[in-house]
């Protein structure tokens, strides 16, 4: 089992930035590649980025350039650094980890609950 928990979400400006943290317990945190995902009200969840095991990221063509994933295997932890945010990205961000890579949110069988990111105009 593996506990996750989301922080870091909050209102801000279109174009300011936002650092998500998620921090992870149960398991060995090294064997796990986390991946973040967003909803929107009324619209389907959607993948944002994903890291490997080996720290390979991966990213959604709407967020290449302006957000990064990170992860610190000594914290336990999992980073989402978001700049020149917009509107669009307003979203709940849940934080997710599995034993591989996956690009769709049915790849992952441990979620967090979620932080609400509200950008803007």
């Known amino acids: 089992q593996v506990q996750l928990v989301e922080s870091g979400g909050g209102l801000v400006q279109a174009g300011g930035s936002l650092r998500l943290s998620c921090a992870a317990s149960?398991?060995?945190?090294?064997?796990?590649?986390m991946g973040w995902f967003r909803q929107a009200p009324g619209k389907e969840r959607e993948f944002v980025t994903a890291i490997s095991r080996s720290g390979t990221p991966y990213y959604a063509d709407s967020v290449k350039g302006r957000f990064t994933i990170s992860r610190d295997n000594v914290k336990n932890t999992v980073y989402l650094q978001m700049n020149s945010l917009k509107p669009e990205d307003t979203a709940v961000y849940y934080c997710a980890a599995d034993k591989s890579t996956a690009l769709g949110p049915g790849g992952y069988g441990y979620w967090g609950q979620g932080t609400q990111v509200t950008v803007s105009s």
């Open positions: 149960g398991r060995t945190f090294s064997n796990y590649a």
